[in-house]
């Protein structure tokens, strides 16, 4: 019903991300039963050093691995231990290992060719810049947005806008709307993420509609997706900066091609989830009703002429 | 002349006067929503967007008392209408266009039975009964877009009532003009007995 009326009104859509028809789903990696035998569920089974005691324990939520989302992640095709230390192997693991060095997407990505088009030099520029690493040098990093286990791609793995920007927003959220990963980072008490947007008329209504990256990153060459988080009050927040026909957001998330399509819709893109006032203008709306109420105006103004000179005359005669 | 106060009684005079400035106001804010822009300065965007739910909530109530009004009083019996009269408003329209200005009589009689012209009573109830509801329930669907967009269809029922709500808002501003100007021919003794 939708679609086909979507089509009457012949609304195209100029998608220039390419969204993947299917989503991921890796097979399991044998060699990771191992580990998701305890990781894998919420309780495990501890053994006692001579292995002849063995009792049930609960696994901390953190270190569950929900296995689902591990298949459909993109790291999922992974052993674990091609980014965990080998010695994991053993159980209960040496607690040396919680200092062990991960690695950086750098370390795996730099430089291949299949990773050209995603810009990491201009990625990793942001990040250095941004809010992030410059007060949690040490502890923050590129995996406390790109959860290690379940990251996906936003615009690749995602078959709409829409849901690129939840996954895209996650990111934020999984982390300023979860006291206990605030918490290992900051001292400071976490935001409500709602209060600190109620300027915005409808707070729900955007975080849910824009990316956070959107408002809260500065524009980057090369990426849809802008990793410089700037200090909190250089954030957009003129409304007009996304509510009018050179939206910036036309520059980031609703880039194409083309200004409007062919029905007139000025950043069309958006139309698929949402209609922004302002932005997503009909042109020849705009054109036409603009004309008609010219017409009318000058067509009232010669009508008053005209009995203007029809009543002076017929005074004086 | 039939008497005016009885053709204009005190409640129509307040609701058209409470009418008319809450419409400018929409049509204005409503301009500033559609042409937003970082150089806006008439009313800066959020403050159109305050203004404009306000008095758009105003003149839902506004409409519905008019509606129960007419339904109850007399003044009802004048927007009744039917196919002669499309006949009758090109008599009327040509009066306009052209016979004022030969100084022929107006070719209707206004009066207690019939209160408007042809032409008017055909746009009065064309604004009141068409266009403004249309105005009404878009904007009051617009109004509830949280509730509206957590269903999947919603931003398509969206589009749809804002494309609706435009298109209303453009007619009921042109009716506005031609009202006003038609309105002023008279002289002002036809303003005092709407004010
Ligand atoms: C004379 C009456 C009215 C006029 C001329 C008018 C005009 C307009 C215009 C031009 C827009 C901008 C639409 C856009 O660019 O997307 C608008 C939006 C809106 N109007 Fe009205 N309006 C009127 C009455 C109302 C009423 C009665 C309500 C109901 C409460 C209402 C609620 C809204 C809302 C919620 C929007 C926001 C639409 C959006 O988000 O795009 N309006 N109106
Ligand atoms: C869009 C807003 C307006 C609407 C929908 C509207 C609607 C109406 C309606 C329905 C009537 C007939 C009332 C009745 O007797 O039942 C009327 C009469 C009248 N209106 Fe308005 N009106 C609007 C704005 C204005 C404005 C701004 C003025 C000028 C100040 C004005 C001046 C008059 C006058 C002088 C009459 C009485 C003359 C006559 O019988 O035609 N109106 N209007």
Redesign the pocket.
Known sequence: MKRNLLFLLGIVFLTQFSFSQKPRNHPLVAENGECLRCHGQTVYTAHSTDGRKQTKRPMSQACIIAIPGYQKAIHGSLKCIDCHAEGYKNTPHSPDLQFESVYTCTDCHEGTKKFKRFHLDSIVAGYDKSVHAKAMAKTFSCWKCHNPHTYVNAFSDQTDLKSAITVSNAACLDCHNNAVKYKLLTNKPADNLIKEHVWLKHPELHLKNIRCVDCHAKLASGTFTPHEILPAQDAIRKCTACHSQNSILANSLLKSDKKSDLLGFSNSKSLEYA?I??A??NIWLNIISGSLFALLLVGLFIHLIFTLRYRKLHKNG | MADQTLLYPRWLRLWHSVNGI??LF??VT??V??YASPSTIVFSFPTA?TV??I???L??LNWIIFIIANALSRNGSYYKISLKLIRESTVQFRYYISGMFKGEPKPFKEDSDRKFNPLQQLTYWLAMYVILPL??IT??I??N?EQLLSDEHGIFIYQIA?LL??CA?FF??AFMFIHFYLAALDGKTNFKKII
């Open positions: 209609f006032m302002g997503n203008r | 809450l419409c929409l049509m409503g301009l929503m559609q967007i404009h739910n008095c758009g909530i003149l839902i105005i009404v904007g009051f617009m109004i877009i804002d709500h435009i808002a009921i501003s």
